[in-house]
Nanobody, 124 residues
Framework: QVQLVESGGGLVQAGGSLRLSCAAS????????MGWFRQAPGKEREFLAF????????YYADSLKGRFTISRDNAKNTVYLQMNSLKPEDTAVYYC?????????????????WGQGTQVTVSS
């Protein structure tokens, strides 16, 4: 069992930055691939990025165009999402998730555990 708690969301002006954190419980954090997703009102949950458990390989949604960076600190059981050059369309609830499925990490169904989400609001 893994419990995930996101933090770091809030209100920011367009062009600003935020760093989201996701703290995981349990001693097996390092064996999970971690992903970030977001969901805006009336829209489907959208994949943003994942970081693998081995070698910390990263992969991003094309739509992010290099604005977001995912990282992890296994000693702290934490995964991060650094978000730069934020836009009003980035407004959403942001979720972290954990998976040991081994594949399909760009899809929500691949993740066994989810956090409760943190709200990010970008004003114009």
């Amino acid at each position: 069992q893994v419990q995930l708690v996101e933090s770091g969301g809030g209100l920011v002006q367009a062009g600003g930055s935020l760093r989201l954190s996701c703290a995981a419980s349990g001693r097996t954090f390092s064996t999970y691939t971690m992903g970030w997703f977001r969901q805006a009102p009336g829209k489907e949950r959208e994949f943003l990025a994942f970081i693998s458990w081995i070698y910390s390989t990263t992969y991003y949604a094309d739509s992010l165009k290099g604005r977001f960076t995912i990282s992890r600190d296994n000693a702290k059981n934490t995964v991060y999402l650094q978000m730069n050059s934020l836009k009003p369309e980035d407004t959403a609830v942001y979720y972290c998730a954990a998976s040991r499925r081994g594949r399909d990490y760009t899809y929500a169904y691949a993740y066994e555990y989810w956090g409760q989400g943190t709200q990010v609001t970008v004003s114009s």
